[in-house]
C-alpha cells in the first residue's frame, strides 16, 4: 500500500504561481510511475502530468506544457508539481497518483484525496 497526501493548493490570481507537493508513505516511493490529475468543477478528472519513477521522462497534457513542472524526490518521497502563468480554468480539485504504469489513464493504483486550486481573474 501507498499513501499520498497533497498540499499546497489555494486561492492565486491569475498569472500566479502555485507549488503542489504529494508526500508519500508506504511502499517504495521510487518504484512508482507517479502523476498529477484535475477535476474541475462539475467535470471529469483529467490528466495533468506524469513522471516516471526515476524522473527520467515526464509527459504534459496540451493545456499545461510550458507552465507546469512535474518533478520528484526519491530521498524524500516526494511528488512536485510548479504551477506557473496560471489561469482561471486551472482550477481544479488536484489529485497525485502513483502506480506501475506510466501513463495518461486514470489506472493508477493509488491516489492522494486531493487539493483546491482556485485561480481568480
Known amino acids: 500500500q501507498v499513501q499520498l497526501v497533497e498540499s499546497g493548493g489555494g486561492l492565486v490570481q491569475a498569472g500566479g504561481s502555485l507549488r503542489l507537493s504529494c508526500a508519500a508513505s508506504g511502499r517504495t516511493f521510487s518504484g512508482y510511475h507517479m502523476a498529477w490529475f484535475r477535476q474541475p468543477p462539475g467535470m471529469q478528472r483529467e490528466f495533468v502530468a506524469a513522471?516516471?519513477?526515476?524522473?527520467?521522462?515526464?509527459d504534459y497534457a496540451d493545456s499545461v506544457k510550458g507552465r507546469f513542472t512535474i518533478s520528484r524526490d526519491n530521498t524524500k518521497n516526494t511528488l512536485y508539481l510548479q504551477m506557473n502563468s496560471l489561469k482561471p480554468e486551472d482550477t481544479a480539485v488536484y489529485y497525485c497518483a502513483s502506480g506501475s504504469y506510466y501513463t495518461r489513464r486514470d489506472e493508477y493504483a493509488y491516489w492522494g484525496q486531493g487539493t483546491q486550486v482556485t485561480v481568480s481573474s
Open positions: 513522471i516516471t519513477w526515476s524522473g527520467g521522462g515526464t
